[in-house]
């Protein structure tokens, strides 16, 4: 027996709570440094290697520095949370910042704030509130702000942010409060700021803690591990939210909201990280280091090779056949640590660190090739929310992580159009698109899924151009027979504030994935791409269990932002504690 071990420093976030507060620490990621070394309690079987696969081997771990490129280890930082019940005029610090909706802003016919809480800001600071907002028209609408650097209160900023005119999309509204904050501190070098809400009749203050939490930790989050220079600027130290609640319920749900942006962060380095840094095996040794870090609940199992061939994976190898990058197929398992499991679950992320198309390769504008390293979205959304669960340890649900990771490249050794692969479940699929390979890895990975004895499935993947075609940049679309499943999944996103679409399922679109040689081709015409994409990935899911496929191509990417946005995470969460004791 072996193991692998990731020598780096992970990205954590430890959240621990005190009567008043909830810290957030933060410690950078991953890929410093890539060697192999003996770890205990994470393990798997080696097989004899042949001179050709030694080689291939070495020549793996040698790629993982390719362009010399190492990340840099930045110091964390470090963020504080409080709930408090204090007068606004009487809190000292950088940024008071207020959570206004449009109706919040409604003014008398003296241009006097109707709002008792602007109300009394604005009596303390002679009218300047009031008269700042009419001049520069705010008027509550969401991504408005105004921040004034005012005399008369504790506080050195006093800003107005706006969040829309209702809560019907409360939980993204009040995580852009956060962000919005994080983002107004960052400019005004701000190290304590104070959150707090206009009116708060008829919310989940609990739910709304936390989501403004989330917002700020994922808006102070930039990931500067491959820049040459680092900005000095002080971060943001603590963050008070008042108005909302105090005691243990709303420090637990604040520890909550640490777990997640956790595994988000996690998820959003790992898509980040360029394809010569974040190969295959590096993602297996992140996948292990989970494991490891939580061994109490977590045991991780990276098969190789030789023993994807012993379980007849032949459509996921054929993907990985052209690359000097060996594949690693990925099973993390989630225990509770105490306590009768009542539910069993798989998480499938599709783990492409890189494609290149394969012989169709991807050319043209708007090929996307530049950005190809996010094609493992799915496995990054999976393992983040793996590290979330790991410090969360919901009981009575067992949890399943599974990626079948590889590289889709080009050489004599590839796979080619025309070709004929068989899956682990005996099922034939000619090749007639080499640029369609997500879906044959995850077809292995699905049968692997179901032998584990599960009862619900989620895959997540970035499948195809045509979600985005369908949906837009921000959403994600659903497939899944089950209503049920559905509706445990569609509620999880309501929570969560990720946008998620349910999407038909039309068997007649079969016709066009039969093949004139084996049983199916792997890709169908161009029109309903998502769909067909779909009913492939229904023939390697065993009929007795639940399956949801999610294809998340759009909002996994921020182009505007041209970073990774974690897509997937903390819905994942939500579903897996839906399906715990």
Avoid at 51 to 65: E, G, N
Avoid at 474 to 479: C, D, N, P
Wanted: charged share 20%; glycine share 10%; aromatic share 6%.
């Amino acid at each position: 027996m072996a193991a692998i071990r990731v020598s780096s420093t992970s990205l954590a976030i430890l959240a621990s709570t005190s009567s008043s507060s909830c810290y957030f620490h933060f410690r950078p990621s991953i890929f410093t440094k890539f060697r192999f070394t003996p770890i205990r309690d994470i393990s798997f079987a080696i097989t004899p290697l042949s001179s050709r696969r030694a080689k291939r081997m070495a020549h793996s771990i040698a790629r993982a520095t390719l362009g010399l490129t190492e990340p840099k280890k930045i110091d964390p930082p470090k963020i504080s949370f409080a709930a408090k019940e204090v007068d606004l005029v009487e809190w000292k610090g950088d940024i008071l910042a207020v959570g206004v909706t449009e109706n919040d802003m409604a003014k008398d016919d003296n241009s006097k704030f109707k709002n008792s809480i602007l109300q009394k800001l604005d009596s303390q600071l002679g009218g300047l509130l009031s008269e700042a907002s009419t001049e520069e028209e705010f008027t509550g609408k969401a991504g408005q702000s105004t921040v004034l650097r005012l005399p008369g209160l504790g506080s050195k900023r006093v800003s107005l942010i706006g969040l829309g005119s209702a809560a019907a999309s409360a939980t993204v509204a009040y995580r852009s409060l956060g962000e919005a904050v994080a983002s107004a501190s960052k400019s005004a070098k701000a190290s304590n700021v104070a959150i707090t809400l206009a009116s708060s009749e008829g919310i989940s203050k609990l739910s709304t803690a936390s989501a403004i939490a989330t917002g700020a930790v994922l808006g102070t989050f930039d990931d500067n591990r491959f820049r040459s220079s680092e900005s000095k600027k002080p971060g943001l130290q603590s963050v008070d939210i008042l108005g909302l609640g105090t005691g243990a319920e709303i420090e637990k749900k604040l520890k909550y909201a640490g777990d997640v942006c956790s595994g988000i962060i996690f998820g959003r380095e790992l898509v980040n990280a360029p394809p010569n840094v974040l190969t295959p095996g590096v993602l297996a040794e992140e996948a292990a280091r989970i494991a490891s870090e939580y061994s109490d609940v977590f045991s991780a199992k990276i098969l190789d090779e030789e023993q994807c061939k012993e379980l007849k994976m032949g459509s996921y190898l054929a993907v990985a056949a052209a690359s000097a990058n060996p594949p690693h197929f990925i099973h993390l398992h989630y225990k509770p640590p105490s306590g009768e499991v009542k539910t069993k679950l798989a998480l499938v992320g599709k783990g492409l660190t890189f494609d290149s198309g394969g012989y169709n390769i991807k050319t043209g504008a708007g090929c996307l090739i530049e950005l190809m390293k996010f094609d493992m979205g799915g496995s990054a959304a999976v393992l983040g929310a793996a590290k979330a669960l790991a410090q969360i340890k919901p009981l009575g649900v067992e949890v399943h992580f599974i990626v079948a990771a590889c590289e889709n490249m080009i050489s004599g050794t590839g796979m080619r159009p025309g070709d004929v692969v068989t899956a682990s479940n005996g099922k034939t699929i000619e090749v007639n698109n080499t640029d369609a390979e997500g879906r044959l890895t995850l077809a292995d990975a699905l049968v692997y899924a179901c032998n584990q004895g599960v009862d619900k499935i989620v895959d997540l993947a970035t499948l195809t151009g045509a979600c985005i075609i369908a949906l837009g940049p921000s959403i994600a679309g659903v497939f899944t027979p089950s209503d049920e499943l559905a509706k445990e999944v569609l509620g999880a996103s309501e929570l969560s504030g990720e946008k998620l679409w349910r999407m038909p399922m039309e068997d007649s679109y079969w016709e066009s994935m039969k093949s004139g040689v084996a049983d199916m081709v792997n890709t169908g015409g161009r029109q309903g791409g998502a769909i067909t994409a779909a009913l492939f990935l229904k023939q390697f899911v065993d009929e007795k269990v639940q399956w949801m496929h999610i294809d998340l191509a759009g909002p996994v990417w921020n182009d505007k932002k041209k970073n990774a946005t974690g897509f997937g995470v903390s819905t994942l969460v939500e579903w897996v504690l839906k399906n715990s004791s």
